[in-house]
């Protein structure tokens, strides 16, 4: 993965518009917009501008920002799907975890049954 050089990451790119994508929600310092590879058929990627490898870089002074986040991702889920509804959320840390992009991200999958434990 690429630590080097954060701001060529893919999703710093859609959040600077150079790489379109279908924005569900944005405000100053988040963004969620459509997985182009859905893997359910709600699967929205939730982020924050500034770019952070993943939760595992998240240093202290981020506390504030990953409260506002991870309340964000239950407002969007409530947006799309209604109060009580299911939904899972994962963040994958590192390769091996199924990690890809080094920036990051929440995944909010929801509208069919998921099993347990993921793959
Ligand atoms: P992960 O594998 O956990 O790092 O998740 C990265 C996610 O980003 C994958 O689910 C990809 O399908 C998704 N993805 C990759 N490129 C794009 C893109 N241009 N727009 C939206 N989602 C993307
Ligand atoms: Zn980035």
Known sequence: MNKGLP???????IVRGEIPSQKIFENKELLAFKD???RAPIHIIVIPKKHINSLSDAKKKDNALLGRIQ???PEIAKKLLGENSSYRVVTNCG???GQSVPHLHYHLLAG??????PG
């Open 36 to 38: 182009i590879s859905p």
């Open 112 to 117: 069919r049954i998921f099993t347990w434990p």
């Open 71 to 73: 309340l964000a991702v």
């Open 95 to 97: 390769k091996e975890a």
């Open 7 to 13: 701001g060529d990451c893919l999703f710093c790119r």
